[in-house]
């Protein structure tokens, strides 16, 4: 059911594999890097992505409104924080939207870009990139942080891979079954800075007590005697 391609080098899995869903690749192709010379992240940051990380793409093609494509990648989330304890042990966080942290550092990120057509999605690529061998660039070391150096030694980012897709595969039948509301706790669960006291940035400066998502996936922050709901933004 996977259609798997390996670059060894590629400028970005992410911009390869949107290229290939508008072409009309099918749902579960997928596309890794050894590494990329232009990896980038959420609101088109650069992402650092030398040869030994984890770097990947793949097409999803959902029918379900726009609305719920920020579920998909909480989802996401899950499933990566899920498939890292189980393959490596170790307990990580997801700081709000989709960072993935060890303590204090990301390890990981995930972006979502997709094509609608009224609405509907036409497909959803959701791009990972997990910081495993790779050296980090100095600028990057207090704030990011890599698996062989939380473990102490060299580990293998395709037995995550397919951790991974373990997961995603199962809870995401689930999810298109069942809904999100199911995931919410874990989501929950797993959130880096629950009821702390937080900063969103999305445009506006949001500040309140993290109250963590609802059942609808929007972020709940208590703000003196109002809740407000955020759909999107970042965190500190
Ligand atoms: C973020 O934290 O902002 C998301 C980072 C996503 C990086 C991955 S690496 C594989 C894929 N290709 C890219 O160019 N970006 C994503």
């Given at each position: 059911m996977n259609n798997i391609k390996i670059y060894k080098k590629i400028d970005s899995t992410q911009v390869k594999t949107k290229t290939l869903a508008?072409?009309?690749?099918?749902?579960?192709?997928?596309?890794?890097?050894?590494?990329q010379t232009k990896g980038y992240g959420r609101l088109k940051r650069e992402w650092s992505s030398n040869k030994g990380g984890l770097w990947f793409s793949f097409i999803l093609k959902p029918k379900i409104d726009a609305g719920s494509i920020q579920k998909i990648?909480?989802?996401?989330?899950?499933?990566?924080?899920?498939?890292?304890k189980k393959q490596f042990g170790l307990k990580t966080k997801i700081k709000w939207v989709n960072d993935i942290f060890y303590k204090n550092k990301k390890i990981a990120g995930i972006i979502v870009e997709s094509s609608l057509r009224q609405n509907k999605i036409d497909w959803l690529v959701i791009g990972i990139g997990v910081n495993i061998n790779n050296d980090l660039p100095e600028e990057l070391k207090n704030i990011s942080?890599?698996?062989?150096?939380i473990l102490g030694k060299k580990t293998?980012?395709?037995?995550?891979?397919?951790?991974?897709f373990n997961e995603f595969k199962t809870m995401y039948a689930k999810f298109l079954k069942s809904g999100f509301a199911v995931f919410a706790d874990e989501y929950n669960k797993n959130l880096k800075f629950?009821?702390?006291?937080?900063?969103?940035?999305n445009g506006k400066t949001i500040e309140g007590v993290n109250r963590g998502i609802d059942k609808e996936g929007r972020l709940v922050i208590e703000s003196g005697k109002t809740l407000k709901k955020v759909v999107t933004g970042s965190c500190r």
């Open positions: 508008d072409k009309g690749a099918p749902q579960w192709t997928i596309i890794i890097a050894q590494e990648s909480f989802v996401a989330s899950i499933s990566l924080i899920r498939a890292l942080r890599s698996i062989k150096d293998d980012g395709r037995k995550l891979l397919s951790a991974f629950l009821n702390e006291e937080v900063k969103i940035e």
